[in-house]
């Protein structure tokens, strides 16, 4: 699962586990002390030394903190759920450059497609029919043009992305705001399975057991963001959480797109905020790949010898020829930006050429 030890990977859940322990102060106890088997023996002192709140460094030894780390360990074990930490192959290379992004992410379903390239739907969760119909529609689309979908598996828009990308028997990724082991809301546990089912899966930061709460969901949306090339805001009143995710989005260097309505609605009043503060003006799927340059996927075409020949000899299908290899160290290895090299790799994927297995390219001869 990951190149760690089994001791290791347990004190990192242990870390992850521990009160007030966010991505920063988990990445400084890991820089400072070498390891998180390390960070959990050093002496309080030490760790107050580096500005860590008591609350965790009281609660290290507690037997709650190691039940919680086995309970993790337990369901790592069963089959579809996975645990990613930051510095493992199959974690989403896009995610990995955010800041902040998550030291472990849960994840129930297929992790490969966390590298595929996404679309985040995102809006309110009371949106007016014509809304729903439409982030339907465009879901419908991206996932036909070969794009995952992203949400967050709330109330309105984001469940009719969800299932526009069903429709068409696309993939979809929901991001939710509870610990995997709690489905909210309870009404979408059957969207949930028909998601796994159909090869997306569930995304999660938070330890198993974690309830719905207020303060979950912004955390929740810089991953949606995080994960995905753009942002497709629908329907969002000037309060919604939605445009929460577009600023963390256009924080994060991605693409924000909003649906204009009628300035009679109140839940257009959002998505025109957004337009004045830069965001696209989107009124059909189009407009979304003309922005994306070079991101949009049909099936391939038949080449001639000469250019399949001249495409096989791509310096990332050289390199996967020798071992598989991971997105992170394709750009590491050839130099080339992060969106260039998962273009081409998703071209090849179309192809025929590799297949990503675990986070992992391989190449397919």
């Not at 828009?157 to 696309?170: I, S, T």
Request: neutral net charge.
């Amino acid at each position: 699962m990951t190149h760690c030890s089994p001791a290791e990977l347990e004190a990192r859940l242990r870390l992850h586990s521990l009160p007030d322990i966010g991505p920063q102060r988990f990445y400084k106890l890991l820089e400072v002390f070498g390891s998180a088997s390390s960070a959990l023996s050093a002496p309080a002192a030490a760790w107050r030394a580096i500005g860590m709140p008591q609350s965790s460094t009281e609660a290290r030894r507690c037997d709650r903190v190691r039940d919680q780390a086995l309970l993790t360990l337990r369901w790592a074990e069963r089959k579809q759920q996975h645990l990613l930490l930051h510095d493992m192959p199959a974690y989403p290379a896009l995610l990995k450059e955010t800041a902040g992004a998550p030291p472990l992410l849960f994840v129930q379903g297929d992790p490969s497609i966390l590298e595929r390239p996404q679309i985040a739907i995102v809006g309110s969760r009371q949106a007016a029919q014509p809304s729903l119909d439409t982030a339907r529609r465009f879901a419908r689309s991206l996932a036909k043009g070969g794009f995952t979908v992203t949400s967050g598996l709330a109330l309105g828009v984001d469940a009719a992305a969800h299932q526009g990308a069903l429709d068409v028997e696309g993939v979809t990724i929901a991001v939710v705001g509870t610990g995997l082991d709690q489905m909210y809301p309870a009404r979408h546990r059957g969207l949930a399975q028909a998601i796994i089912e159909q090869g997306g899966a569930l995304v999660s930061e938070l330890a198993l057991r974690s309830a719905p709460h207020a303060s979950h969901f912004p955390r929740r949306n810089r991953i949606i963001s995080g994960l995905s090339l753009g942002v497709l805001v629908v329907e969002a009143s000037p309060s919604s959480g939605s445009l929460i995710t577009a600023r963390l989005a256009a924080e994060q260097g991605r693409e924000v797109y909003a649906i204009p309505g009628s300035i009679h609605a109140p839940g257009a009043r959002g998505c025109h905020q957004l337009i004045r503060d830069g965001a696209l003006l989107v009124e059909c799927v189009d407009d979304i790949l003309a922005s994306l340059q070079g991101w949009q996927f049909t099936a391939p075409s038949v080449q001639p010898a000469v250019q399949q020949s001249l495409a096989l000899q791509h310096p990332l299908l050289e390199l996967l020829k020798v071992q598989p290899l991971g997105t992170d160290e394709l750009v590491g290895l050839t130099e080339l930006p992060l969106q260039e090299v998962l273009t081409t790799l998703t071209d090849f994927e179309l192809e025929g050429n590799v297949v990503c297995e675990g986070g992992r390219w391989l190449y397919r001869a």
